[in-house]
C-alpha cells in the first residue's frame, strides 16, 4: 500500500497596515483605544470628534489606564492621547514599579496580551432604526484599559518600545537615513 502525503498550501490574506518604527522607551506602547466609523461588539459605532469636548475639557492626566476594565488595577499613565483620522491614538508608559505593571510589560513583549478598550458615560448619541447601530456622538471618557479580549476589533497596541539592542539601532538608523534626506 502506498501513502501519499500531500500538503495544501495556505491561501495569504493581504493586509494592507503602515509599518512605522517608533521612538518608544522600554515600557511605552501606542495603539488606537477607538476607531471611528466601525461598528463594535454590542453595536455602537463611534463618530469623528465624539472624544473632543472630554479630552479637552478634563484632561489627559483625568482618564486612567487600567488593566481589563479593573478600577483596582491602574497599571500606568497616558502620555499622548488625540483623535485623528483613523480613531482615538494613545500612547501611555506602563508602571513597572508594581507588579501588574511588569507583568502586562512582559505580555505586551510576548505578544500574548494587544487590545485596548475605552471605557465612558455616553452624553450624547443617535440610533439608525434601520440597522440598530448607534452612534455615539459625544462621549465622556473615563478610563483606556489594556485588554485581552476587546469589544472593538482593531482597537488595539500598535507598537511597544524597544525590545531588544537591534530594534534600538533600526531606530536610529531610520532617524539617520530620514535626517540624511531632509524628512
Not at 53 to 79: C, D, N, T
Not at 172 to 179: C, G, L, V
Request: charged share 25%; glycine share 10%; hydrophobic share 45%.
Amino acid at each position: 500500500m502506498t501513502i501519499k502525503v500531500q500538503h495544501a498550501r495556505r491561501r495569504l490574506a493581504h493586509v494592507s497596515a503602515p509599518a512605522r518604527l517608533t521612538s518608544l522607551n522600554r515600557d511605552e506602547f501606542e495603539g488606537y483605544a477607538s476607531l471611528f466609523g466601525v461598528p463594535d461588539g454590542a453595536g455602537d459605532v463611534v463618530a469623528p470628534g465624539a472624544f473632543a469636548a472630554s479630552l479637552r475639557k478634563q484632561g489627559l492626566a483625568s482618564v486612567r489606564m487600567l488593566y481589563q476594565h479593573f478600577a483596582h488595577e491602574p497599571i500606568g499613565v497616558w502620555e499622548e492621547m488625540r483623535e485623528d483620522s483613523r480613531g482615538l491614538y494613545v500612547k501611555g508608559r506602563l508602571v513597572t514599579d508594581i507588579e501588574r505593571g511588569r507583568d502586562v510589560a512582559a505580555l505586551l513583549r510576548e505578544g500574548a496580551l494587544n487590545g485596548l478598550s475605552i471605557g465612558f458615560r455616553t452624553r450624547r448619541a443617535r440610533r439608525d432604526t434601520a440597522t440598530g447601530l448607534r452612534t455615539l456622538l459625544d462621549i465622556e471618557l473615563w478610563e483606556v484599559s489594556v485588554v485581552t479580549f476587546p469589544l472593538l476589533q482593531g482597537s488595539q497596541i500598535t507598537a511597544i518600545g524597544t525590545k531588544s539592542a537591534l530594534a534600538a539601532q533600526i531606530r536610529q538608523a531610520s532617524a539617520t537615513f530620514a535626517t540624511a534626506n531632509g524628512e
